[in-house]
T-cell receptor
Framework: GNSVTQMEGPVTLSEEAFLTINCTYTATGYPSLFWYVQYPGEGLQLLLKATKADDKGSNKGFEATYRKETTSFHLEKGSVQVSDSAVYFCALRSGYSTLTFGKGTMLLVSP | DTEVTQTPKHLVMGMTNKKSLKCEQHMGHRAMYWYKQKAKKPPELMFVYSYEKLSINESVPSRFSPECPNSSLLNLHLHALQPEDSALYLC???????????????FGDGTRLSIL
């Protein structure tokens, strides 16, 4: 079956620090990969996606590259802001399956 | 601003009440979903509708009853809920679930439900 593993949080950073949140997956077939972000009191927002190997998804300064050889989709940002504080979910979808989420990683950015 | 609208934003109800959660999207999506999310956990899938027909029920108790009146609307009818049902209920939509595995789901902001 499909599964997603994310690094445990919270991740605590100072403003302007470099961010990496690790995500690895197990899937049948050729999954599409997603990062969602959930700000406090809100629903999930799609942050970025990649649909095939070596694709790079990017949005709002965040990037993630679909690495088939390492089954990974790590989220990175060069300089985080306080407003990036949120919970980040890595997710995949393969074939006719529904979304499979990781457990989520909370990011806390201090001024 | 989200393109999936959920009402109400907050709901407090007793265990004997009957209430409904509503979800609306105007993106032309033909798949719609209900999720339950507990604090500090990922969303858990409850139901999937594809072309207004129920295609997935993840063994959800019958006190939750979904309804899809048309391609833009999705309801979740609640009756005789338990305290453990208190959670954030999220609605999502996407292009047809069967043939669009690379299409993302778009989520609403959810209804925060508290059962007294």
């Amino acid at each position: 079956g499909n599964s997603v593993t994310q690094m445990e949080g919270p991740v605590t950073l100072s403003e302007e620090a470099f961010l990496t949140i690790n995500c690895t997956y197990t899937a049948t077939g050729y999954p599409s990969l997603f990062w969602y972000v959930q700000y406090p009191g809100e629903g999930l927002q799609l942050l970025l996606k990649a649909t095939k190997a070596d694709d790079k998804g990017s949005n709002k300064g965040f990037e993630a590259t679909y690495r088939k050889e390492t089954t990974s989709f790590h989220l990175e940002k060069g300089s985080v802001q306080v407003s990036d504080s949120a919970v980040y979910f890595c997710a995949l979808r393969s074939g006719y399956s529904t979304l499979t989420f990781g457990k989520g990683t909370m990011l806390l950015v201090s001024p | 601003d989200t393109e999936v609208t959920q009402t109400p934003k907050h709901l407090v109800m007793g265990m004997t009440n009957k209430k409904s959660l509503k979800c609306e999207q105007h993106m032309g999506h033909r798949a719609m979903y209900w999720y339950k999310q507990k604090a500090k956990k990922p969303p858990e899938l409850m139901f999937v509708y594809s072309y207004e027909k129920l295609s997935i029920n993840e063994s959800v108790p019958s006190r939750f009853s979904p309804e899809c009146p048309n391609s833009s609307l999705l309801n979740l009818h609640l009756h005789a809920l338990q305290p453990e049902d208190s959670a954030l209920y999220l609605c999502a939509s996407s292009q047809d679930n069967r043939y669009s595995s690379n299409q993302p789901q778009h989520f609403g902001d959810g209804t925060r439900l508290s059962i007294l």
